[in-house]
T-cell receptor, first 113, second 114 residues
Framework: AQSVTQLDSQVPVFEEAPVELRCNYSSSVSVYLFWYVQYPNQGLQLLLKYLSGSTLVESINGFEAEFNKSQTSFHLRKPSVHISDTAEYFCAVSRTSYGKLTFGQGTILTVHP | SQTIHQWPATLVQPVGSPLSLECTVEGTSNPNLYWYRQAAGRGLQLLFYSVGIGQISSEVPQNLSASRPQDRQFILSSKKLLLSDSGFYLC?????????????FGPGTRLTVL
């Protein structure tokens, strides 16, 4: 079975500063990797995903994540955050052969002015 | 395009009362359906998933049950709520045989058991 560890439960940061949200996974088979974002009292929205190919994936709002197979990591980064990025972020993994997702515990990103 | 609905949006129920939360998906056929619970500081816990009408798999033993009476309808129920059932309940769907296992989430139901 796979598992996901998000190393930081909360990350406070000032506006326009860079941020990295860390995610490590364990799996004995090939996986797909996802980052979801959840704004207060809303459902989860897909932010970006790694399926295959280039190990660096980007979202439309400036986030990027890099798949590192040797370190089994999929950290999420943004070079300059905005107040509107304040949300909870979830890393998730699924085996390529089977549909269920396993989620990390979430990281609450709080951007201060 | 596909959409997913959940209702009610919020619910306050006394301990021992019954529960019924509903989820419906539009714009797709025969989706995989999922119920998650999100408790404060505990991430997302998969409760049930369904690959077809009447087919329910339970992930954890609990006070809840799920049913899928129609292809795009998924219901979460309880006969008697416990305080520990409080949380944010999320329904999600994914394509059957979808190559990438991406799940799409509904807006959620906030349940408070008093």
């Amino acid at each position: 079975a796979q598992s996901v560890t998000q190393l930081d439960s909360q990350v406070p940061v000032f506006e326009e500063a860079p941020v990295e949200l860390r995610c490590n996974y364990s799996s004995s088979v090939s996986v797909y990797l996802f980052w979801y974002v959840q704004y207060p009292n809303q459902g989860l929205q897909l932010l970006l995903k790694y399926l295959s190919g280039s190990t660096l994936v980007e979202s439309i709002n400036g986030f990027e994540a890099e798949f590192n197979k040797s370190q089994t990591s999929f950290h999420l980064r943004k070079p300059s955050v905005h107040i509107s990025d304040t949300a909870e972020y979830f890393c998730a993994v699924s085996r390529t052969s089977y549909g269920k997702l396993t989620f990390g515990q979430g990281t609450i990103l709080t951007v201060h002015p | 395009s596909q959409t997913i609905h959940q209702w009610p949006a919020t619910l306050v129920q006394p301990v021992g009362s019954p529960l019924s939360l509903e989820c419906t998906v539009e714009g797709t056929s025969n989706p995989n359906l999922y119920w998650y619970r999100q408790a404060a500081g505990r991430g997302l816990q998969l409760l049930f998933y369904s690959v077809g009408i009447g087919q329910i798999s339970s992930e954890v033993p609990q006070n809840l049950s799920a049913s899928r009476p129609q292809d795009r309808q998924f219901i979460l129920s309880s006969k008697k709520l416990l305080l520990s059932d409080s949380g944010f309940y999320l329904c999600a769907w994914s394509e059957v045989g979808g190559a990438y296992n991406e799940q799409f989430f509904g807006p959620g139901t906030r349940l408070t058991v008093l």
